[in-house]
């Protein structure tokens, strides 16, 4: 299968290593021959049509900083969009940063790939939360695939198990932990009795939190997760503007105290039901398996035969979101019976 | 798709339920039309090539304690393996009680389905720890689908996620709580101190254990599902009598509150790794996802990319299995185009 890899950052490298990790793998298991056919990043593109040498890639992107230094036969300096259109290829990994104002230059992408007849797999959060029905509808019209189970829950198979693996469940209610930050800053809080800005401070320090941590304190980056959940497993229409949203920069440590001594631990959980979106710190059980801590990222789905299943797991990192990435890979793959 | 049941007792009529209840459900979303030709329990059969009327099956199983009352146009008195030949369908749903000695009943149904060219779903656990490999090779001789996700996790999807979900990844360990009843002991011992023999008793009088609770409280329930996932996810080939097993009579309220005070919680642990299989009692620290309280099962599975992700929720249960059951299907109706 020839792939077209859009974006060439932190998360693209780690794929491309997976790519090269797993090509026994994929052969083996799976009948999978991936083939780069080109990686295009905010410098310039590498393209060569007979598959790029992705070792080579790897390096050439980690020594320049951009793959475009790459010594391809293909036509340098080309645009993300110009190789869309104009490499023959497959499937188009969209990897470019969240952009939740209007999902560009995701969007843009992702659509042109459609549009040229390629599948697409993406973790970028911005042109579903901004487009999800669109870029449906889209991918239907076309008759291409369309994946996206790295943009909610890093590792963890959130969409996949309620689409697949619950498949004979009507889901009423999602709930999750779905912001790791978040979730280090509240089971920090609660271990240690300190205040959230001493904490928050700590996990700037350790690369928890980024420098600007405002989308996942202010519950921006849950809300875009609720966003996704509510159309890909409950079928709703829904937008980002759609969902009530409270972060944690409020909460204090008294007040994680004395839900603890009550038995209760605070997280922000996220809530999608079909007639309410919302985001909002809330009191957990201890015990419950939503009562996760650190960086952990859970899921409940709420169900008719099967009551609550929940999946838990690392909802962050290249890495793990890799993992994601290579599992949409191989899914459509299965299902075009190649 | 023409469904026979092979088993009517409480899992058999949840399932009939679970059909008559999502009959809408599954014409909109799957485009499936299950029609049950055929329903055998102990003392007789139900048959009509035409399709069951379900609703009227439950209620003569219900009233008379067998399919065998149900006013059919099929030659009556017939037998199970007699059904599995005669009766025109496309898929056998194996629903007797699990026998680990030598699998049978269940067994030979499976493998005279199978014979015939008929898919087989089923949740019983005694063929698939006596004759995994056997099954396994058997349904690709006879190109007909198999499928088990019932028989370990109930409701939880525990099989389907390792394999389609975490597709991409080396699954290297497994380890779970697999067994709520025995959970569910421990989970009371450590909350009210009180010894084995007391908590074991409420169980028993809450429905929880079973009056023989030998099998829950010995291992072997957990040691049957550890064997069925070495098989199924981590491709070994394993059988019951290869796992080591301690179960948890010998517990003492003592060591519960001891590891208490350490941060830790007893459970009942399942492990499978490709060199070893085992059970037994071991420390999870709280807040682990592990470490789950009442009846609820969970299960890790330890990975190269997604590293740790665990599945938990409600493993046992005639509606929950029921989920089980039905994801089945609608796997099978997916994986065959219908």
Do not use: W
């Not at 440590?253 to 839900?259: D, K, S, T, V």
């Amino acid at each position: 299968m020839r792939l077209i890899m859009i974006g060439f950052g932190n998360l693209g490298r780690a794929f491309g290593r997976s790519l090269l990790e797993k090509k026994e793998f994929l052969l083996t298991n799976y009948g999978l021959t991936p083939s780069v056919v080109a990686a295009v990043d905010e410098y310039g593109a590498a393209v060569d049509e007979g598959g790029l040498d992705v070792k080579k890639l790897l390096k050439t992107a980690e020594k320049a900083n951009t793959v475009a230094d790459y010594p391809a036969r293909g036509k340098k300096g080309r645009s993300a969009l110009e190789v869309i259109e104009e490499v023959e290829a497959d499937l188009v990994f969209e990897l470019t940063p969240t952009n939740i104002k209007n999902g560009e230059p995701g969007l843009t992408h992702i659509k042109k790939a459609m549009m040229a007849g390629r599948h697409v797999i993406t973790s970028n959060k911005g042109p579903l939360v901004v487009a999800f029905r669109e870029l449906d509808r889209l991918a239907k019209q076309k008759g291409v695939e369309f994946r996206y189970s790295g943009s909610v829950g890093g590792a963890v198979p959130v969409i996949g198990l309620a689409k697949k693996m619950l498949a004979g469940n009507m889901v009423h209610a999602i709930r999750g932990v779905l912001n790791g930050t978040t979730n280090y800053i509240l089971t920090r809080m609660s271990k240690e009795g300190a205040p959230f800005d001493v904490v928050l401070r700590e996990a700037q320090e350790l690369g928890i939190a980024e420098k600007d941590p405002t989308l996942d304190i202010e519950g921006t980056d849950t809300a875009c997760k609720i966003t996704i959940l509510a159309n890909a497993v409950l079928g709703i229409s829904a937008k980002l503007k759609d969902v009530k949203v409270v972060g944690i920069r409020r909460i204090r440590p008294e007040a994680i105290r004395l839900a603890q001594e009550a038995g209760y631990a605070v997280k922000l959980i996220g809530v999608a039901k079909r007639d309410s979106l919302e985001v909002g710190p809330k009191l957990v059980p201890v015990g419950h398996p939503l009562a996760v801590g650190g960086t952990l990222n859970a899921v409940t789905f709420e169900t008719d035969l099967a009551r609550e299943v929940t999946i838990t797991g690392f909802g962050a990192g290249p890495r793990e979101t890799s993992s994601a990435l290579l599992g949409d890979l191989i899914d459509i793959h299965t299902a075009l019976g190649d």
